[in-house]
C-alpha cells in the first residue's frame, strides 16, 4: 500500500527544499522508504511543535488546536476529581476563559486554572473564583461539587494532541497552519546528519527560527487586549474667530 498523494506531496517539498531537486521515482521501494523515514522525522517534530514555548516560557496554545468549551466531563456531588480524555495535551490557562460547570444551560460556577501549589480554597485566595489544577492527566478541583452542581457539565478549552501520521493517516497536513512550518521543521531535523558534508543545516534552522517565531505571532494576535487604542480628540475645538 504506498502513501497517499498528500503525503508524498510533503516528502517532496522536503525532498525539494533539503536536495533541490525532486525524488526521482517516489513510487519505487527507494521512494517509499524515503517517505516512510519523512514520516518518522514529522511525527518526531510534531512532539516538539506540541511543547513550544513563546518568548516568556508560557505554552503556545496553538489556535489549529483548540477546542473551545470542549466537555471535560460531568460534577458529581462530593467528587472534587475528574479523568481527562487521553486526546487533551493541554487545558488552556488564560484569564476570561475559564472552566465553567453548567446545568440546565445556566453557568453554575467559574473556576481559575491554576497551577498545583496554588490550588487552594482558603479565605486568603487572590482569586474571586475557586480553582482547579491539572495534574497527571486529571483535573483536582479546590473544593467538592455541591449539589446545586451535581450532573452538571465540566467545560473548558484544551489544546488536542496532533495525530500522528501513518501509511493511512495525513490529516496533520491539513491542521497545521502555515503548513511551510512543517516542512521546514522536518527539514532542518531531516538535514541534521548533513552538518558536516555540508553545512546545510544552520540555514534550515534558521528560516524555520523566522517562520516559527512569524508563526506564534500570528497565532497570539487574536489573544491581545480586546482594548482599542484610540486617539483622545477631546483637544479639537471649533474655529475660533
Do not use: H
Amino acid at each position: 500500500m504506498a502513501y497517499s498523494a498528500k503525503m508524498t506531496s510533503f516528502a517532496q517539498s522536503v525532498y525539494l527544499g533539503i536536495k533541490n531537486q525532486y525524488f526521482n521515482d517516489i513510487a519505487g521501494t527507494d521512494g517509499q522508504t524515503y517517505i516512510s523515514q519523512i514520516v518518522d522525522f514529522l511525527s518526531q517534530y510534531l512532539d516538539e511543535l506540541e511543547t513550544i514555548t513563546d518568548s516568556v516560557g508560557q505554552p503556545v496554545y496553538w489556535n489549529w488546536a483548540r477546542t473551545m468549551d470542549y466537555t471535560l466531563g460531568t460534577a458529581a456531588v462530593g467528587q472534587s476529581v475528574i479523568s481527562l480524555d487521553s486526546s487533551i495535551l493541554n487545558v488552556v490557562a488564560v484569564d476570561k476563559r475559564r472552566i465553567k460547570v453548567v446545568v440546565g444551560g445556566n453557568v453554575i460556577s467559574y473556576w481559575d486554572l491554576v497551577s498545583p501549589n496554588q490550588l487552594s480554597s482558603d479565605m486568603y485566595s487572590d482569586s474571586y473564583y475557586d480553582k482547579v489544577t491539572s495534574v497527571g492527566g486529571s483535573l483536582y478541583f479546590s473544593r467538592v461539587f455541591n449539589s446545586n452542581e451535581d450532573g452538571g457539565t465540566v467545560l473548558g478549552d484544551v489544546i488536542t494532541s496532533l495525530t500522528r501520521p501513518s501509511l493511512s493517516d495525513s490529516t496533520v497536513l491539513d491542521i497545521v497552519t502555515p503548513k511551510q512550518l512543517l516542512v521546514y521543521g522536518v527539514m532542518k531535523n531531516a538535514s541534521l546528519p548533513d552538518i558536516v558534508k555540508g553545512e546545510l543545516s544552520p540555514s534550515f534552522v534558521q528560516k524555520y527560527n523566522d517562520l516559527l517565531s512569524q508563526a506564534i505571532l500570528f497565532n497570539n494576535a487574536s489573544t491581545d487586549s480586546k482594548t482599542v487604542v484610540r486617539a483622545d480628540l477631546g483637544n479639537i475645538r471649533g474655529i475660533g474667530f
